[in-house]
């Protein structure tokens, strides 16, 4: 059975359960050459420095801090929109690690995965988003590596505290983000999310987005 993404959304909003999705592959579906520098191991690296004029690097701090409030508010919605249609989450499992495709990843959705993680999360049986859990983002050292009219490669600090019920979590690494223009707005086509603490022991394991 093969389903496009407003089909899977459609088919969420029912609580029907998807046993399969033939064209659903993830990060996978896309071509090896879509993760660009994401290939870059995040051990040891020290991002470039690149001269930008003051109103790109505020426009891209700005969609950088709005991406956090969105997720903070669980506007999972309006978060998906700001990824390109090719766009991809990618957190990888170890610092070393270049790709997607040869070695397992925490995340590695396209945006129908996103939506379909995210019809989860809204379910009214989601037992990992009982009451009173809620995350706080904090994003700085937003720094853009090169720039061109059409894309913007950024580096970016991050610090996330988890709370579900009594329990808080911490989580902090970099993002490396690849935006592209559309129709005038930077729109994430790669956003590579190297955590810290990635390797460390969880009593349960990540439900949204980092």
Excluded: C
């Amino acid at each position: 059975m093969s389903m496009d993404s407003k089909e899977v959304s459609k088919a969420l909003g029912t609580s029907v359960v998807i046993e399969a999705v033939e064209s659903m592959t993830g990060a996978e579906s896309i071509a090896p050459d879509h993760m660009g520098r994401g290939r870059v191991p995040a051990r040891g690296y020290v991002p470039a420095e690149a001269v930008v004029d003051a109103a790109l690097q505020r426009e891209v701090e700005t969609l950088l801090y709005r991406q956090a409030a969105m997720l903070d508010a669980q506007a999972w919605s309006d978060w998906i929109d700001l990824f390109s249609e090719d766009g991809i989450y990618w957190m990888p499992a170890t610092p070393d690690q270049t790709d997607w495709a040869s070695e397992p990843s925490i995340f590695a959705e396209d945006t129908l995965l996103m939506e379909i993680r995210m019809g989860r999360l809204q379910h009214p049986n989601a037992w990992s988003q009982a009451a009173a859990w809620g995350t706080n983002h904090l994003v700085g050292h937003v720094m853009v590596e090169s720039a061109t009219a059409e894309r913007v490669e950024v580096y970016s600090r991050f610090q996330m505290m988890e709370m579900r019920r009594d329990d808080i979590r911490h989580f902090g690494g970099s993002y490396r983000h690849t935006l592209i223009r559309v129709d005038g707005r930077l729109k994430i086509r790669l956003q590579r999310v190297d955590m810290t603490n990635a390797q460390a022991a969880y009593d349960y394991v990540i439900q949204a987005w980092v």
